[in-house]
């Protein structure tokens, strides 16, 4: 009897060794992809941290007339350009009209200064 609960106390202490083992591998294991995890939040968080810092360069006053001037061919508007008054803006005379957009931005100076052209009265021909 003693020889059986010897055996039985031995087997019971194997088993609960293995179970502990078992039990800590899957700890270290969770933990760690909890680390993994937090480690790729921190990325995350600094790739975040990084594109706003980006954003508010790219998106400063002066980066956006230097990028409006370089690809879109917008100038500020000069001196003469600015009316104080709205009534006297200029219409578009009689008889000429505008040409179509052709729905494309071209550079200034790669454009043809053709952007108004006389209308074609009924009857004659040019």
Do not use: C
């Amino acid at each position: 009897m003693r020889r059986l609960f010897t055996i039985l106390a031995a087997i019971t202490a194997i088993l609960a060794g293995a179970a502990v083992l078992q039990l800590k591998l899957a700890v270290q294991e969770r933990a760690d992809e909890v680390k993994a995890l937090a480690n790729k939040i921190h990325a995350d968080r600094e790739a975040i941290r990084v594109l706003e810092a980006e954003w508010a360069y790219l998106t400063t006053p002066r980066s956006l007339q230097d990028k409006s001037i370089r690809f879109l061919a917008l100038m500020p508007p000069t001196a003469e350009q600015i009316l104080e008054e709205p009534t006297t803006i200029p219409f578009r005379p009689r008889g000429v009209e505008a040409e179509e957009d052709p729905g494309v931005l071209l550079p200034a100076k790669d454009r043809e200064e053709k952007n108004l052209k006389p209308k074609r009265e009924k009857g004659t021909s040019l």
